[in-house]
């Protein structure tokens, strides 16, 4: 089956007769390509790209040194995913800063974030709502539901980000150039297919939402080139058995009904117009920045990283002069090795020969 | 950090079921479901939600896939 995929693979690259590059656009894609070795099975001709997929990565370091902020000076519970942790803000991060007493607690979901400010009655109870389209219905619903509980010490520091939007970004821009994309599976869960359909009609580019396993990502390669060959561009779904064109509609309302749409700022890119979410006026109550007077400052990328470009396929991580020297997972320099699902880190990790 | 792992649901109670998430028992909230679920369906469990009904045979596919991947996920994400 996957050798038939394989072969298909080559034929078609063969008749397409140029090298080709596809971008993939979810951290989980990053490392799976990786660890199934998909890039062995490819032709040379055919090259895949690590584009903005990681939501730990793009987090930006101002929004790091607010929440840093909250939880050492201001007498909040600052309650995040495990995730978070580790990355960077101007001089420390959560981790750092909950070793020098801050009060941070790593929770797996948002509703449990709320289960600590039902408990803690007299503490304000700040969850960090990191994450993409797959994150943001429940975070979303984990407000509406301490309304419904009438948690009143419960509120959100809300940098949530819009994969579409970024997306947009790259290709207004002008420097990526990429045939296809590969479409991230559990973010189009929730948005389903609609909203990236100007990637087909204005820019011309195929795009596939594939599934995680070997075979669902080889045959997403195969759908895009087949989609080149024939000179179409289109937005398909492989990951049939959880994506639908309309996405999870419920999932939707939810984000609706909490928040609105706003320019939010990407590590690594800067400002993308309309690319995130902040609360809208029903729940504003909740809303950590009006609560706390939160004002993010602007921090400076370090001048040596490349992530901008690694994040726009521009350049390769191994093409970062940083690259395995200074920036590694445990000292990261920049936002691509912050995560294990950043491009950097993924590099690192499984191209040895290359550190 | 986006991934959504496939778990079964052995028990519904109104908006909450438990589920079993590769041999852990957990609770989760059926809030953003699209679709009704019944006890012993398949859904995609992230952070604590059930985000979308998945088939009995493509949920132990990746399964399959998964577990070597969370192993080395230590961070949890
Ligand atoms: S290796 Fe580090 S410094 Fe270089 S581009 Fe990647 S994250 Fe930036």
Known sequence: MLENIRRKIHEVSRSIGRPVRLMEVCGTYTVAIFRHGIRSLLPESLSLLSGPGCPVCVTSAGDIEAVIDLAKNRGVVLTTFGDMMRVPGRNQSLGEARAEGADVRVVYSPLDALGIAAENSDRDIVFFATGFETTSPLTAATVYEAEQRGTENFYLYSVHKLVPPALRALMSSGEVKVDGFILPGHVSTIIGSRPYGFLADEYKKPA????????????????????????????????????????????????????????????????IPQSGLRFGTEFSKRDAVKRFGIEPPQIEEPPACSCGDVLKGIKLPTACSLFGKRCRPETPVGACMVSTEGSCAAYYKYMPQDK | MCLAIPSRIIKKDDLMATVDVMGARL????????????????????????????????AHEVLQLLAPLLEQEEEGS
């Open chain 2, 27 to 58: 609770e989760v909230s059926l809030m953003i479901m699209p679709e009704e679920v019944r006890e012993g369906d398949f859904v995609l469990v992230h952070a604590g939600f059930a985000i979308q009904k998945v088939d009995r045979q493509s």
């Open chain 1, 208 to 271: 596939v939402i594939t599934g995680f396993k070997a075979r669902d990502i080889l045959e997403g390669i195969l759908m895009l080139l087949e989609q080149i060959v024939s000179g179409e561009a289109r937005v398909q779904i492989q990951y049939t058995s959880v994506v639908r064109e309309e996405g999870n509609p419920k999932a939707l309302s939810m984000i609706r009904k909490v928040f609105e749409i706003a320019d939010a700022q990407w590590r690594g890119l800067g400002i």
